[in-house]
């Protein structure tokens, strides 16, 4: 399954950047996410509630472009792969864009893509990040 969501922020490139590189904030926005480990530069451990059963997975950083780009993949777990970009709108404005393909493991999450569960919380924890980032002080230069 591919899902691709946007969304723009009132903060700079640089700003949603670095909050989006702050791994272990993801449970404060996403949906689902107990927690995520960094283990080395490249290496993520994620753990993820699925129903009523918590996964863990390891993800690889494959490339990672200050303030423009970061895309990952799962090595463990759950099969996915995704790419997060990080637009310029002018100075003080971003859009950003989730590109994930994503294959269901169980029948639950198979039910949840057929439902359209998935679309629906990647839209939900990308406005949760929005809330995030835009609530945080932050300085440009």
């Known amino acids: 399954m591919s899902i691709t ?6 903060v700079p490139a640089s700003v949603a950047y670095t909050q989006w590189t702050e791994f272990e904030s993801f449970p404060t926005f996403m949906e689902g996410v107990e927690s995520v480990e960094r283990v080395d530069d490249t290496h993520l451990d994620w753990t993820v509630k699925v129903g009523l059963t918590s996964r863990r997975f390891r993800a690889t950083i494959l490339e990672q472009h200050l303030n423009q780009r970061l895309s990952w993949r799962s090595e463990t777990g759950p099969r996915h792969c995704g790419i997060i970009t990080f637009a310029p709108l002018d100075d003080d404005h971003t ?4 590109e994930m393909e994503i294959d ?7 039910v949840a893509d057929h439902a359209g569960v998935l679309d629906h919380r990647v839209k939900e924890d990308m406005k949760r990040f929005k809330d995030v980032v835009e609530k945080r002080p932050h300085t440009t230069h």
């Open 104 to 110: 269901p493991g169980t029948v639950t999450e198979f």
């Open 5 to 10: 969501e946007s969304i723009d922020v009132a």
């Open 95 to 98: 859009r950003i864009t989730a």
